[in-house]
Each structure stands twice: as structure tokens, then as C-alpha cells.
């Protein structure tokens, strides 16, 4: 049972375009949710993270928006750069789980085009 | 500072046979987590160990699957009698007390 419904699966943008990936959970409990980039071949690496304590974290091009009420999250990848071409995996964890233990996301495979 | 190291990178296995993958955490390290990616699926947590004690395992198979994190040298994962369900990427993944946790690059068990 995937705890966190990630979507699409897949998606094909153009260069300077805007990428975004949505995730819902069910469990109310969460509440950490990291996004996390992976390149072929490679282990992922963690990109943002935000708590539910605030609706909107930004770190350069990336910027995660959080809808408590909806139990929903995005990953905006603004400008979109051939460089971001990865799989996306969201996550999320509980306070009672032990710190690294998350429910990830099935992924979604980015495709910048030039 | 090198980063989680795991080997080996790709293992072959005949089913039954037995799969040891080693996981050397970041220096300064000493939580270490294990998940399985199954192609075209997220990560699955399976274990998290800190030095010489399994702390929660409730993501392990209940049978063929063990893991240990020694006092001295890596954390190992140990698959016997493996079948061709057992092919999957294998993360190690570590962190500090509150820290970043930080994944290896994975290693890839083919079960033939």
C-alpha cells in the first residue's frame, strides 16, 4: 500500500519550461516532507524539504508548495535546465518514526529537452 | 570526506545462492538505514541500525533477510537462498545524530 501517491509518472518539459510533480498522503501524522532528486545510476540526494508548518519553501529554481488541508504537496522546478533531468521521488515521515525512515514516492521521471 | 560507500556495485546471483552487500556509512556516522528499490518503484525502507543494535527492522522480509552494523567495519546486508524477486537496487543510506540523511549510489543484485 503506497502511503504516498506521487504523480505523473512521467513528464517531458522544455528547456525554461515549469515542471510540476504532485504527491497526497493519507497520514495526517506526517510531517516532513523531502523531495529527492536521482540520477541514473546514482543513490538520490535530498533537493528541499519543507514541514507543514508553512505553506511554500523555495530554494532557487525549486520551490515546494504544502496544502495541509488537502494532504497534498508539489515540486516546482522553474527554468527548467537539461542539468534537471532526473527521477523525483517525494517523501514523507512521521514524528514517531526514527529520523530517515520515510514513505517515498513512486517517482517521476523528468525529461528537460533542449 | 567520502561519501556512504557501498559495494559491490552490481552482484549476479544464481536463486539460492547467498548475497552479502556492504555499506561503509559516511565518516562520523553512526545511524545507517537500507532500502530496495524495485524497478520503475520508489524506495522501500528495510532496516535502520545504529552500531551494534537493530533499532527498527520493520521493513525487513521476515525470512532470508538479515542485517548487521558491527562495532568495527561495515553495515552488512545478508539475502540467502535469494530468488529472482530479491533483483533490486539496494540503497545504504546514513546521517549523524539530527543530521542530512546521505544515500550510497546503490548496489544492483541480478537474481538469475
Known amino acids: 500500500q503506497q502511503q504516498v501517491k506521487q504523480s505523473p509518472q512521467s513528464l517531458i518539459v522544455q528547456k525554461g519550461g515549469i515542471s510540476i510533480i504532485n504527491c497526497a498522503y493519507e497520514n495526517t501524522a506526517f510531517d516532513y516532507f523531502p523531495w529527492y532528486q536521482q540520477f541514473p545510476g546514482k543513490g538520490p540526494a535530498l533537493l528541499i524539504a519543507?514541514?507543514?508548518?508553512?505553506s511554500e519553501k523555495k530554494e532557487g529554481r525549486f520551490t515546494i508548495s504544502f496544502n495541509k488541508s488537502a494532504k497534498q504537496f508539489s515540486l516546482h522546478i522553474m527554468d527548467s535546465q537539461p542539468g534537471d533531468s532526473a527521477t523525483y521521488f517525494c517523501?514523507?515521515?512521521?514524528?514517531?518514526?526514527?529520523?530517515?525512515?520515510?514513505?517515498f514516492g513512486a517517482g517521476t521521471q523528468v525529461v528537460v529537452t533542449p | 570526506n567520502a561519501g556512504v560507500m557501498q559495494n559491490p556495485r552490481h552482484l549476479v546471483r544464481r536463486r539460492g545462492q547467498e548475497a552479502r552487500l556492504r555499506c561503509s556509512p559516511m565518516?562520523?556516522?553512526?545511524?545507517v538505514y537500507w532500502y530496495r528499490q524495485l524497478p520503475e518503484e520508489g524506495l522501500k525502507f528495510m532496516v535502520y541500525l545504529q552500531k551494534e543494535n537493530i533499532i527498527d527492522e520493520s521493513g525487513m522480509p521476515k525470512e532470508r533477510f538479515s542485517a548487521e552494523f558491527p562495532k568495527e567495519g561495515p553495515s552488512i546486508l545478508r539475502i540467502q537462498q535469494v530468488v529472482r524477486g530479491d533483483s533490486a537496487a539496494y540503497f545504504c543510506?546514513?546521517?549523524?545524530?539530527?543530521?542530512?540523511?546521505?544515500f550510497g549510489e546503490g548496489s544492483r543484485l541480478t537474481v538469475l
Open positions: 517523501a514523507a515521515s512521521t514524528k514517531t518514526d526514527s529520523w530517515g525512515k520515510f514513505q
Open positions: 519543507i514541514r507543514p508548518d508553512v
Open positions: 543510506a546514513s546521517r549523524t545524530g539530527t543530521g542530512e540523511l546521505f
Open positions: 565518516k562520523g556516522h553512526s545511524h
